[in-house]
């Protein structure tokens, strides 16, 4: 995404008032931050939460890119993908602490709901991950819970 000859193609998006979903990992969460910075005009939502290695426990690194992320750009988050991240016999549980995470330096405000169909039938299916998410949103309002699961995506994607 730092490759010179990129510049043209993430100017053109900023010029034309279009979208970009950052569908990255970790280690690439300060590359973001640059590209960010490079092009403050872009307007992005990074896909999947940026993929944390939930499986192996990987916290720190990721929250504290995440939240420079998320404290230095406008950029918005899906909170979609996690359950393949976590592996085979994810719980709930295995999650609340990235969700809350995400929650907590976006706000409801920026978060956007994705199913990651039909990924996630790899990780449970759709209606785990759903159930999932009923449980980790349980604590928030309803127009919390409205900008999230669909209101967030909405505007952002000017749909």
């Not at 979903?21 to 280690?27: E, G, I, S, T």
């Not at 920026?110 to 299916?125: F, T």
Request: hydrophobic content about 45%; glycine content about 8%; some cysteine.
């Amino acid at each position: 995404m730092l490759e010179p000859g990129l510049d043209p193609a993430f100017a053109a998006i900023v010029e034309h008032d279009l979208r970009f979903d950052a569908l990255v990992k970790p280690m690439h969460l300060p590359r973001l931050l640059r590209l960010a910075d490079w092009h403050p005009g872009l307007q992005f939502v990074v896909d999947h939460g940026a993929k944390p290695d939930i499986a192996r426990g990987a916290f720190a690194p990721w929250a504290r890119d995440i939240t420079q992320l998320a404290r230095n750009t406008a950029c918005l988050c899906k909170v979609s993908g996690l359950v393949t991240e976590a592996g085979p016999h994810w719980k709930v549980d295995h999650l609340r602490t990235y969700v809350d995470l995400l929650l907590d330096v976006f706000g409801p405000g920026r978060l956007i709901w994705g199913s990651d169909w039909p990924v996630v039938d790899l990780a449970g299916g759709y209606e785990s991950w759903w159930a999932a998410t009923g449980a980790l949103f349980s604590h928030l309002s309803a127009d919390d819970h409205n900008r999230i699961l669909g209101g967030n995506a909405i505007s952002f994607y000017r749909l």
